[in-house]
């Protein structure tokens, strides 16, 4: 290991390069986002309420016969890239990830019907968003998981960043 001496003025101060490296390397984030698509139907609406108040709150979404989405979703992984490969992550390993926990889950379904992992919950696209991020997280390395951002519509997009 080798050893450093910083001097200021009349001070001297010692520093491994393996604390120097560390502390260097920290400033190395990178954020690396892969991008998915997946087409789904749902309604917006609580049994707990009436027609008439689920159309004045939820509008077109309540729609009896559902409706649909072509959603985009954008999987944002943070970290510092591998001295070996350079990657943050391997975005096909990342890819099979988002496939097998999501895209085959969610795509052509019924989100309030078909998606196990949406069953009981509300499928606003927060809410899509929060539960595509507890599907994924336990995949990936700790900590790593940055965003996730679903577009629903030109105009509507949300970014969920995990639990605080």
């Given at each position: 290991m080798?050893?450093?001496?910083?001097?200021?003025?009349?001070?001297?101060?010692?520093?491994?390069?393996?604390?120097?490296?560390?502390?260097?390397?920290?400033?190395?984030?990178?954020?690396?986002?892969?991008?998915?698509?997946f087409?789904?139907?749902?309604?917006l609406?609580?049994?707990?309420?009436?027609d008439?108040?689920?159309?004045?709150?939820?509008?077109?979404?309540?729609?009896?016969?559902?409706h649909?989405?072509?959603?985009?979703?954008?999987?944002?992984?943070?970290?510092?890239?591998?001295?070996e490969t350079?990657?943050?992550v391997?975005?096909?390993?990342?890819?099979?990830i988002?496939?097998?926990?999501?895209?085959?889950?969610?795509?052509?379904?019924?989100?309030?019907?078909?998606?196990?992992?949406m069953?009981?919950?509300?499928?606003?696209?927060?809410?899509?968003?929060?539960?595509?991020?507890?599907?994924?997280?336990?995949?990936?390395?700790?900590?790593?998981?940055?965003?996730?951002?679903?577009?629903?519509?030109?105009n509507n997009?949300?970014?969920?960043?995990?639990?605080?």
């Amino acid at each position: 290991m080798k050893f450093y001496s910083l001097e200021f003025g009349h001070l001297s101060f010692g520093i491994y390069n393996r604390i120097f490296a560390a502390k260097f390397r920290a400033l190395a984030i990178c954020y690396i986002t892969r991008k998915e698509h997946f087409n789904a139907a749902h309604r917006l609406s609580r049994e707990d309420w009436s027609d008439e108040k689920n159309e004045e709150v939820f509008g077109r979404c309540a729609n009896k016969n559902w409706h649909g989405h072509n959603f985009t979703l954008h999987v944002t992984i943070k970290g510092e890239p591998s001295p070996e490969t350079g990657f943050i992550v391997d975005l096909k390993y990342l890819s099979k990830i988002i496939q097998k926990y999501i895209i085959d889950e969610m795509d052509h379904r019924n989100l309030n019907l078909d998606v196990a992992f949406m069953k009981g919950i509300l499928p606003s696209i927060e809410n899509i968003a929060i539960q595509v991020w507890k599907q994924l997280e336990p995949h990936l390395p700790a900590g790593s998981l940055h965003c996730i951002k679903i577009v629903e519509t030109e105009n509507n997009l949300v970014e969920y960043f995990g639990e605080e």
